[in-house]
């Protein structure tokens, strides 16, 4: 058996094994497919992962750059109390209305709010206008501008701050140092800022299933860096 078919039925057998998930994502996920959206969405493994660590910090704010048709945002606002907020930036109009619609069905309108535009803009005028700062941080949008989202996010993190940040490991491409795909330039510019950055504690963690090979860091914000 190819270690590829491993993977998937590994993935499979955890998902049924282990992990619960609210019905609504399962039609959440038809429409996506109905609408025709690329499936990119993180993992159902990692999807809880960050469900559970918005538990575990109790988020009440949170920031998603890449919204998609609203996975990762509903497995944030889920974990989250009626007081909870998750700001999802979007940049595909289409994207981010099957993602209104499926946060409606699952009855969490009131603690989402999805941005269209581009991520970009709209971090600056939220670091602009002070928002923030955010528990919970998720970075999963495109990988060519993955460091200036990072500086931006500290700029509205507090001290206990998670940024979660995926496709860290881009099936190992980020070993390639003489790479001139703007993704893996990108990614590994990430990961020279994390290098020199000391306010924070990190870790990537190395990832394989449905979705290839990949990883995904995790990162603590150890000061108070709110702009
Ligand atoms: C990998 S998907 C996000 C998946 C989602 N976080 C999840 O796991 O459910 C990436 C999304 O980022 C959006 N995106 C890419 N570049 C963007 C940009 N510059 N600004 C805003 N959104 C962007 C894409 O349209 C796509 O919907």
Not at 74 to 85: E, F, K, V, W
Request: hydrophobic fraction near 40%; charged fraction near 30%; proline fraction near 3%.
């Amino acid at each position: 058996m190819k270690y590829e078919e491993t993977w998937n039925e590994v993935e499979e057998y955890i998902s049924r094994k282990v992990i619960r998930e609210p019905p609504y994502m399962e039609s959440a996920l038809k429409r996506s497919i109905n609408s025709g959206i690329p499936q990119i969405s993180v993992p159902v493994t990692e999807g809880k992962l960050i469900n559970i660590m918005a538990k575990a910090i109790n988020a009440k704010k949170a920031l998603e750059i890449g919204v998609l048709w609203g996975y990762g945002t509903m497995n944030i606002a889920s974990a989250m109390g009626n007081d909870g907020m998750v700001t999802g930036l979007e940049r595909v109009e289409k994207h981010a209305e099957i993602a209104r619609q499926n946060i409606k069905e699952a009855g969490l309108e009131s603690r989402v709010e999805i941005r269209t535009g581009d991520a970009m803009e709209s971090l600056i005028s939220m670091r602009d206008s002070r928002e923030g700062p955010f528990d919970l941080i998720f970075i999963d949008a495109d990988k060519g501008p993955y460091a200036d989202y990072f500086r931006i996010c500290l700029d509205l993190s507090h001290q206990g701050t998670i940024i979660f940040v995926d496709n860290m490991v881009w099936r190992g491409r980020i070993i390639e140092s003489d790479s001139t795909d703007e993704d893996v330039i990108g990614i590994r510019r990430l990961y020279d800022e994390l290098e020199k950055q000391d306010g924070i504690d990190a870790t990537v963690i190395q990832s394989v299933g449905s979705k290839g090979y990949d990883g995904f860091a995790v990162i603590r914000v150890l000061r108070d860096t709110h702009k």
